[in-house]
């Protein structure tokens, strides 16, 4: 036991000699720095002043930094300040880095996009780059930029760029060396410092000096993440795309498009060097900027000379390269709307969806819209129409436009609003989409189409009769048809046919104005009379009340799908720049506006050459634009007019069983036409060439028609004779209850008007006629086939004379004939009764033929005279 204490004990001895050992060393060294420290005093001037300058004195400086403990200070100084360095940067790094969040540089690509719209037709034809009327960017994928492009961006801008992760310590020293020493401002960032700045400091670029610090430290901070983020080709590429080059031009693509008539990945060196020559100062080196040409040159000779330098080329391909007339190469500045196609479709696409997604954000760009116009049937419209241009000197007229629907889906299929998109003052303005009056071509929609429903009381069809007559006084107005003729009892086929304004006036009385102006709304003409509240039966004609074009043919389409409206569409689908859907046409089963059997009787209607020819069109009815070469069409012309006798707007409207276009003609600012074009030729003639073509040449190649197509006849359409007329009618007429009566007149076979008590017995017939009563003038219509019951007989006066007749002394005998009122026309000889002879009267000396057996006889003359007057006159004994 006492052995182990003895070794604790000289353990602790040891420990305690060991700290006493150390302890008198660092003594040691303690007293010999004070000593050391007193000698250097002791050599110093006891003075304050006089001390503080001497320690300054060069020789003892210098001997202190290059003694050890100089040596000592200097390194902990250095350490310090590194330390400091550290904490500064990393808190100057933390304090940005905040900012990180709210940017998002992982998100950069994103923000790298196009501010273009591309408006394709429903085939992918490009019909619009929409560039905007500001600054605009064409973004591309990197595959698809010219090497060059990417070599001298990266030899002017950034020669370091493959090397640096995001900042350049050289670049930073070399501006600041260069800024200092008076030479030319530079700047110290990379080209992806660049990128962030054009990408998220774009606003505070302009802040210089002091200002600029803060932005420039986000700068370095965000490259720093961006090179983290992004490989160098991504940057490169983001950069390329963001980058501008002059004018309103954004990207390179924009530029190769705009300066070259290419796309940059076809770019040449020459071509490549001088748009890498541009971000540096777009404002001045913009090639239109041509003041300033010498200094793009320039500029574009230092980047090849960069590329050499970096060897991305040779000295002779430089050489080469500077020597292309390059500025001759530079295409003409064009306007916004350059190139474009179906230029009024194609905007008032733009316009609805700007209402659709917002105005902010169909004008950040990046959208593809693929529309539903079909550029085959559009460049058939836009030939149709300038053909038709030959035709404006008929009305005098100085615009024409025309709209076609799908009638199946009501897309919108060709469109052109003006006779002239480059027209001067008005060539831009669309007439297919502005309000005018549709005359006429409104009647099957507002008049007849609600006369056909079914209703209580009285139905009617086309077989129903309407008097075209004289309803000045119930109309408030004097109104005639266009020929000023009354065609009296006709039926709505040949009113509608014929496009009689009475009997339209009368079926929108039937039906009431309100309940028309409604339907018609319901078909597909929305704007109807919207912009004339009181219009009341003078819309029957169309007068007071406006359509715009477009929805006037879609509301034609409804007639051809049944009844059934679908809403226009113009857009099938819009997609953003990432290539997501964010709108899209479908398809809807629509909403019945009226029956099926009340659409198919419109379209037989105005199927119908044969009504149409009966009382104005005559042989026209069978012509061009009414009837079409081996395509089924209903057709319906309008008119409108000053109230001077001058027409205002002439239309035609056509559709079959897959297209609906209206033709509209007029002047560009709503006055008369001096002119006449009332068989409407140029609008029949356009109709014509687009109708049979767009069927034949494109939708037959489609699969979407073919010959002999039509609509198809609904269940319950019915084939009857009422009113002496046979015609097909809707499954709810009742011919019991169709307000028809029975009745007999005397008529006068010769007049074919009533009898009077002056008509002659032999010319009296007793006819059955049928008698309705008017739904307007609430007087008794009667229908005669054959027959005129509402005058009476003007032939026969009761002071008419009859013929007579003589017998002359003979053999042989001659009965001389004497003329009354009216001139003999027949004749018929009778002896004893018997006739002998009779003839028509070609002179008034009729011979007798001789016969023994006739001595003794009596003899008598039967005439007729051309009034029907019959006399028999006995001549005496033979």
């Not at 260069?178 to 990408?199: A, D």
Request: aromatic letters at 8%; hydrophobic letters at 35%; proline letters at 4%.
């Amino acid at each position: 036991m006492a052995k182990r204490k003895s070794t604790k004990s000289t353990k602790k001895t040891n420990n305690l000699g060991l700290y006493a050992n150390l302890a008198h060393r660092r003594k040691t060294k303690k007293d010999a720095a004070s000593r050391a420290k007193a000698e250097y005093l002791a050599t110093l001037p006891k003075d304050p002043v006089k001390r503080f300058f001497a320690r300054l004195h060069p020789k003892r400086v210098f001997k202190y930094w290059f003694s050890k403990r100089g040596l000592k200070m200097i390194f902990k100084i250095i350490l310090v300040c590194l330390i400091l360095g550290v904490v500064t940067i990393g808190g100057v790094f933390m304090y940005f880095r905040k900012d990180l969040d709210a940017i998002r540089p992982g998100e950069l690509a994103k923000r790298v996009q196009s501010t273009v719209n591309t408006y394709t037709d429903r085939n992918g034809v490009v019909l619009w780059s929409d560039k905007g009327s500001g600054n605009y960017k064409l973004v591309v994928e990197g595959d698809k930029i010219s090497k060059y492009m990417r070599q001298a961006t990266v030899a002017i801008e950034d020669q370091d760029f493959y090397k640096h992760h995001g900042i350049s310590v050289t670049g930073i020293m070399r501006a600041i060396l260069n800024n200092i020493g008076g030479g030319s401002t530079q700047g110290g960032s990379t080209l992806t410092q660049q990128l962030i700045k054009q990408v998220y400091f774009s606003d505070e670029a302009s802040k210089r000096g002091a200002s600029g610090i803060p932005r420039k430290i986000k700068e370095m901070v965000l490259a720093i993440e961006v090179e983290r983020m992004y490989d160098k080709e991504q940057i490169i590429t983001l950069y390329l795309n963001e980058s501008p080059y002059g004018g309103r031009r954004n990207g390179v693509e924009s530029g190769a498009q705009t300066y070259f008539g290419k796309s940059a990945k076809d770019l040449d060196l020459a071509e490549s060097a001088l748009l890498a020559a541009i971000p540096n100062n777009p404002a001045v080196l913009d090639p239109y900027n041509t003041e300033n040409n010498d200094m793009l040159i320039a500029r574009q000779h230092k980047v090849l000379n960069d590329m050499v330098k970096m060897g991305y080329i040779t000295k002779a391909k430089a050489k080469e390269a500077k020597d292309v007339p390059i500025l001759d190469r530079i295409k003409p500045l064009t306007d916004q709307y350059e190139g474009i196609k179906a230029p009024h479709f194609v905007l008032e696409v733009k316009k609805q969806i700007e209402a659709e997604l917002g105005v902010k954000t169909v004008r950040s760009g990046g959208l593809t819209i693929k529309t539903t116009l079909d550029y085959e049937a559009q460049k058939i419209a836009e030939e149709s129409m300038a053909n038709g241009q030959q035709y404006l000197y008929l009305s005098q007229s100085d615009n024409i436009a025309l709209s076609s629907v799908d009638v199946q889906t009501g897309q919108v299929i060709a469109m052109v609003g003006s006779v002239d998109w480059n027209r001067p003052g008005y060539g831009q303005n669309n007439a297919a989409t502005s309000p005018l009056e549709p005359g006429s071509s409104i009647k099957p929609i507002a008049d007849y189409a609600p006369l056909f429903k079914q209703r209580s009381g009285i139905n009617y069809g086309p077989g129903s009769i309407l008097k075209d007559e004289n309803i000045d006084k119930l109309y408030g107005a004097k109104v005639r048809n266009f020929t000023g003729a009354f065609y009296g009892n006709i039926t709505v086929r040949q009113a509608l046919a014929s496009s009689l304004n009475i009997p339209a006036i009368k079926a929108m009385y039937i039906n009431g104005a309100e309940d028309s102006i409604k339907t018609a709304r319901d078909l597909g003409d929305l704007h109807y009379c919207t912009d004339n509240g009181n219009a009341g039966l003078s819309s029957a004609i169309g007068g007071g009340c406006s359509v715009l074009p477009v929805e006037h043919a879609n509301t034609y389409a409804t007639f051809a799908r049944g009844g059934t409206y679908k809403p226009l569409a113009y857009t099938l689908e819009v997609k953003n720049m990432s290539g997501d859907i964010i709108k899209k046409w479908e398809d809807s089963d629509g909403k019945q506006a009226v029956d099926p059997q009340v659409a198919y009787l419109i379209s037989d209607i105005l199927a119908d050459p044969v009504a149409r020819a009966s009382l104005v069109w005559g042989s026209s009815a069978y012509s061009y634009g009414f009837v079409i070469p081996g395509v089924w069409t209903a057709v319906k012309t309008g008119t409108t007019d000053n109230g001077s006798g001058y027409s205002k707007d002439l239309w035609v409207a056509s559709y079959s069983s897959a297209i609906a276009t209206t033709v509209w003609n007029g002047n560009h600012d709503g006055s008369a036409m001096r002119g006449n074009d009332s068989m409407h030729v140029l609008g029949r003639q356009v109709m014509a060439g687009y109708m049979e073509r767009v069927h034949k040449d494109v939708y037959a190649k489609q699969g979407k028609w073919k010959a002999g197509d039509q609509p198809a006849k609904p269940a319950g359409i019915k084939t009857a004779t009422v009113n002496g007329k046979t015609d097909i009618w809707p499954s709810w007429f009742d011919a019991k209850n169709s307000g028809v009566k029975k009745q007999t007149i005397t008529f006068d076979s010769i007049s074919k008007k009533k009898a009077t008590s002056c008509t002659p017995d032999a010319t009296r017939v007793d006819v059955e006629v049928l008698v309705i009563t008017d739904p307007v003038t609430k007087k008794d219509v009667v229908t005669a086939e054959g027959y005129d019951p509402e005058n009476d007989d003007d032939i026969h006066m009761c002071t008419d004379t009859k013929a007579t007749a003589s017998l002359s002394s003979g053999p042989p005998y001659t009965i001389n004939v004497s003329a009354g009122t009216w001139q003999p026309k027949s004749y018929t000889i009778y002896i004893d009764g018997l006739s002998i002879s009779s003839g028509n009267i070609n002179s008034l000396n009729i011979h007798v033929t001789n016969s023994i057996s006739y001595i003794g006889k009596p003899i008598t003359i039967r005439i007729v005279d051309e009034a029907g007057y019959d006399v028999t006159v006995n001549l005496g004994m033979y």
